[in-house]
C-alpha cells in the first residue's frame, strides 16, 4: 500500500515563481494607464505600478504598491478568482495569456514576508482606541489601516490563531498557514493588539467593549454549516471542520474510501480534493441544481474534476444510511430544475418515486454557512439576516461599524471583497474618530 | 530566388553576408565553421601591432528582460602570434575559393610596417585587405585605429602607403567617433581606398554594478571606455551610412560601402542595402545566437528580394538615397494625423498618456455613450472584468488638433493599430528654404511668422 503524506500531497499546488519567471512576466505586462486590472481588482491595487516594480527589481516597493491597497495581498494572491478579477480583464487576454498577475503579486509579497521586511510604520498616536472583533481578513486590514493612522486597536478573537479562513478554511493547497500568520504578524508588527479566545457574549462582553473603546468594527463572519434537517445528519461531517483538520492536525484526518461532498462551492471542491488526495478511492459530489447554477469558481471545478472526483448533478440527501454506527450510504432522491426562487435561480424540486442510494462511508457537507449569530446578540438592523450597514460601513449602532462575510447580504463572499470592506471601513472610522479633533480626514 | 551574390570592388562572394573583423573571426577553424553554415565572407579579427587582453572584456546593456541590446568590449586586436594568423588565413582561403577571405590589419603608424603587413597579407592569397582606423580603445591610446580615424590627414597618409604596394582591393574601415565620417571618407579616397566600411564601435561605458559599484565590465577595480556595438547602434550606423551615400564627393568614387553596426536580422540588412551598402557585416548578433543565423539572413533577405520584385544585390543598393534629405527641403504642407482602429485597440491607453503627457494632448478617452471622459472614473465599488472591460472608454484620437508627431504610433503595442494617415493640409506645398527664400522675415520675426500662419491658415494652439 502506498503510503500518503498529507505535508507532500497537499502542499502548496503552484510552486514560487523563480527570480527569471517573475522577470519575464513583469516584463510582459504593457503598463497600461488607468489599467483594467486595477479596476477589476475590488482593492484597486496598481497593478501596473506594482509589476513594474519587478521588472526593475524594486521588489520591496512592489509589495508595498500591493499592500498600500490591500493588506492581505499575500493570501488574495493566492485566493482570489482572478479569472474574474484582473487578469480577466487584463489587455493581453484576448490574442494572448494575460499577464500572471496573481503569481506576481504572490512572488512580491512573499519576498517582504520571507525576509521580514515590513513595508509600513504605526502612524502618530491619535489617542483614540478602536476595538475589531474577529481577527479574519476584514478585521486584520482594519486594524492594520487604522493603526497605520496611529489608532490604538485591539482585535478580539475567538480561535487560537487569527486570520479566519484565510487560516482554517483554505486548503494548504492553495494557501499555507504560515502565510496567513505572516499577515497578521505584520499587522501585529503595526501595534495592533490580538488577543485570541476571545469571544463577543462567551468571556468578553459587549458593555466592557463599548465603554473601553470609541469606535468598534465587527467582522465576525458567519457561523456554521446549516442543519439540513435529514435523518442520520448526526453521521455527516461538517466541511469547515474538514479543512481545518487537514490544515491543523492532518494526521487525524480520517477519510473515507467512497466519500460524498454534499454542496458545490469552493469549500465543497476543497473538501472533495483533500479527500481525493488523502486516498480516498471515490469521491463523489452531489448538488441539488445543475453544473450552472454551482457557486465553486470556474478554475476550481475544473481543478476538482481533473483531481478525479465525479460529480451527481440535480441530486438531493434526503436520509444518511446508517449499519451499526458506521455510515454505509446516503440515499438521494433526483431533483428537476422548476420556476426561479428567491435567488433568481431555477428552484429545484424532487422528482418524485427516483429515491437512489449512494454506497459511501463518509459524508462531508459544504452548504454554506449560517448568518451571524451577533446581530441578534447586539439587536443589530440585519437585511437576511447579514449585519446591515450604510454606506460608511455602520450598523444600526452609531460608532459601530461591520464589514466582511458578515454583511455580504448581496454577492458572493470572498477574502478580497473582505479586505476592501475592512479598508474602506477603517477610513470611515477615522473619519469619523478625527473629526471631533478638528483633524483633517485622511482617506 | 533572387541572385545574392556579390563583386565588391573586385571581392566576389556568393551572398552579402560577411563575418565582421571581431571575436567570431579570430581564428581559422571559426571562419570554417562559419563558412559552412553559409557566411559569404569574413574580415579576419585584425593583425597586427602585439598586445595583450585583459578580463572581463565584455559588458553589455540588457532591456526590458531582452538581453544584449548592445554589447560594449575592450578587447583589442588578434592577440595570436602574427604567423600563426597568416597561416591560418591561407589554409581558410585555399579551403574556400569561393569566399571572401579578407584581412582586417592595424600596425604603427610607420610606412614600412604598413608595407610589411601589407605583403604578408597578401602572399596569403586573402582577397583584400581592410584598414582599420577604428578601434576606439586600447589601439587608439597607441596611435592606432580611430586615432587614425578621426584625423582625415593621417587617414590620407596611411592609406595611401597601403594603396602604393597593395595589389588586392584595400577597404578602409572609418570611425563613427566623429562629428562627420566625410571629411575621413575623403581622405581615404583620395588616397586610393577601393571601398569604404562603417561603422566600428562606439565610444561607450556600459553601466555600473550597482553591488559592488564598479564599472562594467569590472577588470581588476577599473573600467574604461570601450566599443559599443549591437542593435541598439543601427541607427547610428544608417545615418553614418547614408551621409556617404549623399555626399557628391565620395559619389563621384563610385567605390562600394561595406555597412555594418547592428545587423541583426535581413530587415536590418535590407535597410544598410538601400542606403548605400554593398556588402553587410555583422558581429554582435553572431556573437549572441552563433553562425546559425547566416540561414535566416540569407532566406529572409531572399523572399523579400523575390516580393519586391528585386533580381540582384545591386538593384537594391541605394534605393532609398534619393529619400534621404533634411529639414529644409521637407514639405511643410504635407500633414498626417494619427488614426486608431477601435477593432484592434486593446485600450491599455499608452496612446491616451503618451499623447497626455508628453506630445500634444490630442486623444480622448470616449464612452459608450460617445461622451469624453477622464481616466480613473470609476468608482472604488466598482470590480470585476465584466465592469472593468465593458466600462472602460475608447481611445480616439481628435484630428483637427493632431500634429502627427507619431509618438501614439510609436508607443502602441499592437501592429496596425494605430495608422498614420495623409490627409489634405489645404496649403500649397512648401520647403523651410523655399519659404525662408521669399520671406526672410520670418526666421527672426514672430510676428511675421504670425502674419503668414494666418494668410496659409496654420493654427497652432
Known amino acids: 500500500m502506498q503510503i500518503i503524506k498529507p505535508e507532500e500531497v497537499l502542499s502548496e499546488y503552484y510552486p514560487p515563481l523563480t527570480d527569471h519567471e517573475a522577470l519575464v512576466e513583469a516584463n510582459r505586462c504593457l503598463y497600461c494607464y488607468d489599467a483594467p486590472c486595477t479596476h477589476a481588482c475590488p482593492t484597486h491595487i496598481d497593478i501596473p505600478k506594482f509589476i513594474k516594480k519587478i521588472a526593475t527589481q524594486n521588489v520591496v516597493g512592489s509589495a508595498r504598491t500591493i499592500l498600500e491597497s490591500n493588506l492581505m495581498g499575500a493570501t488574495c494572491a493566492r485566493v482570489c478568482p482572478v479569472q474574474e478579477l484582473c487578469e480577466g480583464a487584463c489587455v493581453l487576454g484576448a490574442e494572448h495569456k494575460p499577464i500572471a498577475i496573481g503569481r506576481l503579486q504572490r512572488y512580491a509579497t512573499d519576498y517582504v514576508y520571507e525576509r521580514g521586511i515590513d513595508v509600513f510604520k504605526p502612524g502618530p498616536p491619535t489617542g483614540k482606541k478602536v476595538a475589531v472583533i474577529g481577527a479574519g481578513p476584514a478585521g486584520l486590514t482594519c486594524a492594520g489601516e487604522l493603526a497605520k493612522l496611529g489608532h490604538s486597536v485591539t482585535v478580539f478573537e475567538k480561535r487560537e490563531l487569527p486570520n479566519g479562513l484565510s487560516t482554517y478554511g483554505i486548503i494548504v493547497l492553495r494557501e499555507p498557514v504560515e502565510v496567513a500568520q505572516a499577515e497578521a504578524e505584520m499587522v501585529r508588527r503595526l501595534g495592533v493588539e490580538i488577543k485570541t479566545q476571545m469571544e463577543l457574549g462567551r468571556n468578553l462582553s459587549w458593555d466592557e467593549v463599548k465603554?473601553?473603546?470609541?469606535?468598534?468594527?465587527?467582522?465576525?463572519?458567519?457561523?456554521?454549516?446549516?442543519?439540513?434537517?435529514?435523518?442520520?445528519?448526526?453521521?455527516?461531517?461538517?466541511?469547515?471542520?474538514?479543512?481545518?483538520t487537514s490544515k491543523m492536525n492532518p494526521e487525524s484526518l480520517k477519510v473515507g474510501h467512497q466519500v460524498v461532498v454534499i454542496g458545490a462551492g469552493n469549500t465543497a471542491v476543497d473538501c472533495a480534493t483533500i479527500a481525493k488526495r488523502l486516498g480516498a478511492e471515490r469521491v463523489t459530489m452531489v448538488y441539488r441544481r445543475t453544473e450552472r447554477e454551482m457557486t465553486a469558481y470556474d478554475f476550481e471545478y475544473s481543478f476538482v474534476k481533473n483531481e478525479g472526483v465525479e460529480f451527481r448533478f440535480l441530486t438531493q440527501p434526503v436520509e444518511v444510511l446508517v449499519e451499526n454506527g458506521q455510515v454505509v450510504g446516503l440515499k438521494c432522491v433526483r431533483m428537476a430544475l422548476g420556476a426561479p426562487d428567491a435567488s433568481g435561480r431555477p428552484a429545484p424540486v424532487p422528482v418524485p418515486g427516483s429515491e437512489f442510494v449512494l454506497p459511501?462511508?463518509?459524508?462531508?457537507?459544504?452548504?454554506?454557512?449560517?448568518?451571524?449569530?451577533?446581530?441578534?446578540?447586539?439587536?443589530?438592523?440585519?437585511?437576511?439576516?447579514?449585519?446591515?450597514?450604510?454606506?460608511?460601513?455602520?450598523?444600526?449602532?452609531?460608532?459601530?461599524?461591520?464589514?466582511?462575510d458578515c454583511i455580504r447580504a448581496k454577492g458572493a463572499a470572498s477574502t478580497v471583497m473582505a479586505v476592501q470592506d475592512g479598508k474602506l471601513a477603517a477610513f470611515a472610522i477615522h473619519r469619523n474618530l478625527m473629526a471631533g479633533m478638528g483633524a483633517a480626514a485622511d482617506d | 530566388m533572387a541572385d545574392l551574390s556579390i563583386n565588391f570592388a573586385g571581392i566576389k562572394s556568393p551572398n552579402p553576408f560577411w563575418l565582421a573583423s571581431a571575436p567570431p573571426t579570430n581564428s581559422g577553424a571559426q571562419i570554417h565553421r562559419a563558412f559552412e553554415h553559409g557566411w559569404g565572407g569574413a574580415v579576419w579579427k585584425t593583425i597586427g601591432a602585439p598586445v595583450l587582453n585583459v578580463s572581463n572584456r565584455y559588458g553589455a546593456w540588457h532591456y526590458g528582460g531582452q538581453k544584449m541590446l548592445a554589447i560594449n568590449n575592450v578587447e583589442l586586436i588578434s592577440d595570436r602570434p602574427l604567423e600563426v594568423n597568416l597561416k591560418e588565413i591561407r589554409d581558410v582561403k585555399r579551403n574556400w575559393p569561393d569566399r571572401a577571405?579578407?584581412?582586417?590589419?592595424?600596425?604603427?603608424?610607420?610606412?614600412?610596417?604598413?608595407?610589411?603587413?601589407?605583403?604578408?597579407?597578401?602572399?596569403?592569397?586573402?582577397?583584400?585587405?581592410?584598414?582599420?582606423?577604428?578601434?576606439?580603445?586600447?589601439?587608439?591610446?597607441?596611435?592606432?585605429?580611430?586615432?587614425?580615424?578621426?584625423?582625415?590627414?593621417?587617414?590620407?597618409?596611411?592609406?595611401?602607403?597601403?594603396?602604393?604596394?597593395?595589389?588586392?582591393?584595400?577597404?578602409?574601415?572609418?570611425?563613427?567617433?566623429?562629428a562627420s565620417v566625410v571629411p575621413p571618407a575623403r581622405a581615404a579616397l583620395a588616397a586610393g581606398a577601393n571601398g569604404l566600411s562603417l561603422i566600428n564601435t562606439i565610444n561607450s561605458i556600459v553601466g555600473v554594478n550597482l553591488d559592488t559599484l564598479e564599472i562594467t565590465p569590472n577588470i581588476g577595480g577599473k573600467g574604461g571606455h570601450g566599443g559599443y556595438a549591437g542593435p541598439a547602434v543601427k541607427p547610428i550606423a544608417l545615418n553614418f551610412l547614408s551621409s556617404l551615400g549623399v555626399d557628391e564627393e565620395v559619389r563621384r568614387y563610385g567605390v562600394p560601402i561595406s555597412g555594418m553596426g547592428g545587423i541583426s536580422t535581413w530587415k536590418d540588412a535590407a535597410e544598410f542595402l538601400l542606403l548605400g551598402a554593398t556588402s553587410l557585416q555583422v558581429c554582435t548578433a553572431v556573437m549572441h545566437y552563433g553562425f546559425r543565423i547566416i540561414e535566416d539572413l540569407v532566406d529572409g533577405l531572399n523572399a523579400w528580394m523575390d516580393a519586391k520584385g528585386f533580381k540582384t544585390i545591386s538593384d537594391v543598393v541605394g534605393k532609398s538615397l534619393h529619400r534621404i534629405s533634411d529639414f529644409n527641403d521637407f514639405d511643410l504642407s504635407f500633414r498626417a494625423v494619427a488614426r486608431i482602429d477601435p477593432d484592434k485597440c486593446i485600450r491599455c491607453n499608452l496612446c491616451y498618456v503618451a499623447c497626455?503627457?508628453?506630445?500634444?494632448?490630442?486623444?480622448?478617452?470616449?464612452?459608450?455613450?460617445?461622451?469624453?471622459v477622464p481616466p480613473f472614473r470609476y468608482d472604488v465599488h466598482s470590480n470585476g472584468k465584466h465592469e472593468a472591460v465593458s466600462t472602460r472608454p475608447q481611445p480616439v484620437v481628435r484630428e483637427e488638433d493632431c500634429v502627427g508627431c507619431r509618438l501614439c504610433h510609436n508607443v502602441c503595442p499592437v501592429e496596425g493599430c494605430i495608422e498614420m494617415v495623409e490627409v489634405p493640409s489645404g496649403r500649397a506645398s512648401v520647403t523651410w528654404r523655399e519659404l525662408t527664400e521669399k520671406r526672410p522675415e520670418v526666421t527672426d520675426d514672430w510676428e511675421a511668422m504670425k502674419r503668414y500662419r494666418e494668410e496659409v491658415g496654420i493654427d497652432i494652439h
Open chain 1, 211 to 244: 465603554q473601553a473603546f470609541d469606535a468598534v468594527f465587527l467582522s465576525v463572519g458567519l457561523g456554521g454549516v446549516p442543519m439540513m434537517g435529514i435523518p442520520g445528519e448526526e453521521y455527516i461531517l461538517d466541511g469547515l471542520q474538514y479543512i481545518e
Open chain 1, 360 to 404: 459511501c462511508d463518509q459524508v462531508v457537507k459544504a452548504i454554506g454557512q449560517e448568518k451571524p449569530a451577533v446581530a441578534r446578540l447586539l439587536g443589530l438592523e440585519t437585511d437576511k439576516g447579514f449585519i446591515k450597514v450604510n454606506q460608511n460601513y455602520e450598523t444600526s449602532l452609531p460608532g459601530v461599524f461591520a464589514g466582511g
Open chain 2, 101 to 178: 577571405v579578407i584581412v582586417s590589419a592595424m600596425v604603427e603608424s610607420k610606412p614600412e610596417a604598413w608595407r610589411d603587413i601589407v605583403m604578408r597579407i597578401e602572399d596569403t592569397g586573402a582577397d583584400g585587405i581592410e584598414l582599420n582606423y577604428g578601434c576606439p580603445h586600447g589601439m587608439s591610446e597607441r596611435g592606432m585605429g580611430s586615432a587614425v580615424g578621426q584625423v582625415p590627414s593621417y587617414c590620407q597618409m596611411i592609406t595611401s602607403w597601403v594603396t602604393e604596394v597593395a595589389k588586392i582591393p584595400v577597404i578602409v574601415k572609418l570611425t563613427p567617433n566623429v
Open chain 2, 356 to 372: 497626455n503627457d508628453t506630445a500634444h494632448q490630442c486623444i480622448d478617452l470616449v464612452d459608450a455613450s460617445g461622451s469624453v
